[in-house]
């Protein structure tokens, strides 16, 4: 069975940084384009970063670029996402997971994603 688990969500102040992860079993990292997303309230989900280790392939959509950055330790099978100069807006729900259509990372819909975890809280406070 595969399984994503998301921790090291919190509550941070405005400019902080937080260092999320995510830890599979069941699948090896670097077969698979791994997204991150978030949902915020009343919002839709949304991809803010991906990385594929087999093709050495990384994306990041504008919102985040320059202040978010996706590494991954594939002899822990563990995927983190490094977030600094928090804003407010940043606060949602983070989630990792598998894109099981293609290896290159980019813009790529919701629906080519699998095996969503729980997801982690983020707040951050102005």
């Known amino acids: 069975e595969v399984q994503f688990v998301e921790s090291g969500g919190g509550l941070v102040q405005t400019g902080g940084s937080l260092r999320l992860s995510c830890a599979a079993s069941?699948?090896?990292?670097?077969?698979?384009?791994i997204g991150w997303f978030r949902q915020a309230p009343g919002k839709e989900r949304e991809g803010i970063g991906c990385?594929?280790?087999?093709?050495?392939?990384?994306y990041y959509p504008g919102s985040v670029k320059g202040r978010f950055t996706i590494a991954s330790d594939n002899a822990k099978n563990t995927m983190y996402l490094q977030m600094n100069s928090l804003k407010p807006e940043d606060t949602a729900v983070y989630y990792c997971?598998?894109?099981?259509?293609?290896?290159?990372?980019?813009?790529?819909?919701?629906?080519?994603?699998?095996?969503w975890g729980q997801g982690t809280q983020v707040t951050v406070s102005s």
């Open positions: 990385i594929s280790v087999g093709v050495g392939s990384t």
């Open positions: 069941g699948l090896r990292f670097d077969d698979y384009a």
């Open positions: 997971a598998a894109n099981l259509m293609r290896r290159m990372c980019g813009p790529h819909p919701l629906h080519e994603y699998a095996y």
